[in-house]
T-cell receptor, first 113, second 116 residues
């Protein structure tokens, strides 16, 4: 199994600013993903974080708004840029080496005012 | 497209009651199926999984059987406890050519509350 930590655990930000969320895995993993969970809703995939190359974004998400880095097999960051209140959500990263075992971080609860 | 449909919540039960949360899926190829649990204020934890038809996943008294003929993966527990109160998510991942390995498709989630 993999243990995933995220920083910060929560933040309150003003509109128009940016926040970078860090995701750290305690072991090397092949696959890492970023999801968004809006209040009371399910999880929506933002992008696949690819090590050493550009992230692969899902429909409705763009690199300018959600730039992602993944410099190695244990770390990734997601930036939420030029935030608006609609970006208020929980952001979760996941990772794993096997398709049938994906582990999740505790999430970052973001509130944009 | 590929998707997961879960029964609407919330579900409220008394302790020691029987639990069923229905989950059906639509997928190309042969997906693997999962149940994740999210306790208040926490991230998702993998509860159980099944990677092929007729497999039964089980953990902590919860069970689910991969039914290809009915495209279902219903979660059951014979006797729930107060500590089982959480949100439960059914999910699938695809393993065929062209799929993003590890990418999960989630259902809406079902809130379970168990009263003593």
């Amino acid at each position: 199994s993999a243990v995933i930590s995220q920083k910060p655990s929560r933040d309150i930000c003003q509109r128009g600013t940016s926040l970078t969320i860090q995701c750290q895995v305690d072991s090397q993993v092949t696959m890492m993903f970023w999801y968004r969970q809006q209040p009371g809703q399910s999880l929506t995939l933002i992008a696949t974080a690819n090590q050493g190359s550009e992230a692969t974004y899902e429909s409705g998400f763009v690199i300018d708004k959600f730039p992602i880095s993944r410099p190695n097999l244990t770390f990734s960051t997601l930036t939420v840029s030029n935030m608006s209140p609609e970006d208020s959500s929980i952001y979760l990263c996941s990772g794993g080496d096997r398709f049938y075992e994906q582990y999740f971080g505790p999430g970052t609860r973001l509130t944009v005012t | 497209g590929d998707s997961v449909t879960q029964m609407e919540g919330p579900v409220t039960l008394s302790e020691e009651a029987f639990l069923t949360i229905n989950c059906t899926y639509t997928a190309t190829g042969y997906p693997s199926l999962f149940w994740y649990v999210q306790y208040p204020g926490e991230g998702l934890q993998l509860l159980l999984k099944a990677t092929k038809a007729d497999d039964k996943g089980s953990n902590k008294g919860f069970e689910a059987t991969y039914r290809k003929e009915t495209t279902s993966f219903h979660l059951e527990k014979g006797s729930v406890q107060v500590s089982d109160s959480a949100v439960y998510f059914c999910a699938l991942t695809l393993t065929g050519r062209g799929s993003t390995l590890g990418r999960l498709y989630f259902g809406r989630g079902t809130q379970l509350t168990v009263w003593p």
